[in-house]
């Protein structure tokens, strides 16, 4: 299973990316969003499970970044607006198949498969 990440690159404080992860096998099961700062552990940012409830964001991104996704594409998109320099990290999406309940979003070891990574940086 490979997973497909891109749209990361260089942006201002305050503008906006939109990051995409397009799994090999399709949209099934939950979707995750991670982020590493360097010298920093990773951390969780988001994750949707495909087929039933709502997305759900860490508490440091909530009102700022939001999830979306094209069936039709396999495609699951962050779209990350109100940047700030503390946003700047390698971001990693991260697949399993099962349908994770909430309390496990957040839980690197939950996900099965994991992206390469794209860069995200924002300058003050």
């Known amino acids: 299973v490979q997973l497909q990440a891109s749209g990361g690159g260089l942006v201002q404080t305050g503008g906006s990316l939109r990051l995409s992860c397009t799994p090999s096998?399709?949209?099934?099961?939950?979707m995750g969003w991670f982020r590493q700062a360097p010298g920093k552990e990773r951390e969780f940012v988001a994750a949707?499970?495909?087929?039933?409830?709502?997305?759900y964001y860490a508490a440091s991104v909530k009102g700022r970044f939001t999830t979306s996704r094209d069936n039709a594409k396999s495609t699951l998109y962050l779209q990350m607006n109100s940047l700030k320099p503390e946003d700047t990290a390698a971001y990693y999406c991260?697949?399993?198949?099962?349908?994770?309940?909430?309390?496990?979003?957040?839980?690197?070891?939950?996900?099965?498969?994991w992206g390469q990574g794209t860069l995200v940086t924002v300058s003050s």
């Open positions: 991260a697949l399993t198949r099962r349908n994770l309940i909430v309390s496990s979003f957040g839980r690197s070891d939950a996900y099965e498969f």
């Open positions: 096998i399709g949209t099934l099961g939950t």
């Open positions: 949707t499970r495909f087929s039933f409830g709502s997305p």
